[in-house]
């Protein structure tokens, strides 16, 4: 039988109504393709029943909004019956454990709460290799301008004896190096020093281990674990802001490791300075040590990891490819490394040699995403001007037929080219409801498929909006 919830109840969880529909989707499309496409997304929230959920992956948003919508929905609707839509959209490229304010210091759910532990440290990760990758080393990091700073900060603090720096502050933007840094200094570190005890945790685990601890009342061996290591690590330490307590606690800790002489090193996608919701005190502190940014990579330093991969890899990719990937995938290192693999994979399944023709194809959206940030706005403007009417009248409530065709393809496109959901296209387009929208993207899918000079007509002016 079919469980179904009331996502109005108070009760109601999302995630659990998310389990249900998953468990349909697989029933109804089979274990693979659940796999592939269902298992990356994850339900952000329900809005006027149009449920938004979100993906990291541009392929699955793509695969999600078309082949598989209705699918979604008739899934979602077994067990939410209100549910009326679902619009995926882009994550920001954030692994994100616990992430919201609302979530710090509640409670644990009772389902989520093992048998009471004597200690907690069997969840901590001292001197365990286990949570370290072993590819983030100092030997696979290629050093270029953008990183050298923090490159040698790094190295020298994994490699000096004596205390010189505390703490280490690493900070950047996503994908540019810095759990790769963290990692490799423990290595360094285990490698001349295996007496040594080291934590490295996120700061997210951080928050859980002690929320655990208050929950347990055993924060006196969570006190103990932290205090007694000889190398605190915190990566992503912006989670922490606004989670006032976990904060606090943090803030004893460190102060207690700086003042007994003990490494700490932390990373942040911001400078001390400007991290958000995080006291003046501890910002202040943050900043005693050395502190070393990560720059955007260039296009020198892309070239020297694809061909320092390649070679890892052992794989051969024409001189011209390469050089291709690293002009395009410009954003992080991260994403640079994924088109790499997804040439590679396209290339062994359908037993091509790899071109640039082919790379542009397979990498389309990826290089799309590179290339430029599409707004809304661009795609009103353009296509005002494609089909000669004024930007007053396409966000207008007017419904001559020129202007509803303008409108609809504006929407379709910005579904298309942007991340933006239903409702924040709908607001743009002078405050229209999401179903409009979702009406109108689903009105021109079906009309491309029977009318050519349409196709045609959206795929100039996506040309034009892409610059390509
Ligand atoms: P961050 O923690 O800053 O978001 P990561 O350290 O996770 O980024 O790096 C993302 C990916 O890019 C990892 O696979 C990492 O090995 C790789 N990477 C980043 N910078 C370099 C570099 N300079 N040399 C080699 N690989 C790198
Ligand atoms: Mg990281």
Known sequence: MNKTFDVNSHEFSLN??????????T?????????????????QKIENN??????????????????????LLECW??????????????????????????VDEQPIPPNDVPEKRSKIEDEIFIESSSHLDSRFTFNNFIVGKPNEFAHAAALSVSESEKIQFNPLFLYGGVGLGKTHLMHAIAWKIKESHPEKKIIYLSA??????FIRALRFKDTMSFKEQFRSVDVLMIDDFQFIGGKETTQEEFFHTFNALVDGNKQVIISA???????????????????????????????????????????ALNIN??????????????????????????????SSLVGRTITIDSTRDVLRDLIRSNEKYITIEDIQKRTCEFFGIKISDLLSSK????????????????????????????????????????????????LCLKDADLLEDIETLKASIEGI
């Open 77 to 102: 609707r077994k067990h939410c019956p209100s549910i009326t839509a679902v619009d995926v959209v882009l994550s920001e490229d954030r692994e994100i454990f616990i992430a919201t304010n609302e």
């Open 317 to 346: 990719l024409p001189k011209d490819v390469i050089e291709f990937l690293a002009a395009k995938i410009t954003s992080n290192v991260r994403e640079l490394e994924g088109a790499l693999n997804r040439i590679m994979a396209h």
């Open 204 to 209: 997210e685990k951080f928050m859980y281990q």
């Open 16 to 25: 659990e109504a998310w389990g249900s529909v998953l468990f349909e989707i």
């Open 269 to 311: 996608d911001k400078s001390p300075a400007d991290l958000e919701n995080i006291g003046e005190r501890m910002k202040s502190r943050l900043g005693w040590g050395l502190v070393a940014d990560i720059h955007p990579t260039t296009y020198e330093l892309r070239l020297g990891i694809l061909q320092s991969k390649i070679e």
């Open 399 to 446: 419904r001559l037929k020129a202007l509803a065709k303008a409108r609809h393809v504006a929407m379709y496109l910005c579904k298309t080219l942007t991340t933006k959901s239903f409702p924040e296209i709908g607001r743009k387009f002078g405050g229209r409801d999401h179903s409009t929208v979702i009406f109108s993207v689903k009105k021109i899918q079906e």
């Open 50 to 71: 149009l449920v938004i959920m979100e993906t990291k992956q541009r392929l699955t948003r793509d695969r999600l909004s078309g082949q598989y919508n209705k699918e």
């Open 27 to 43: 029933k109804e499309l089979g274990e693979t393709v659940a796999k592939i496409w269902f298992s990356q997304v994850s339900p």
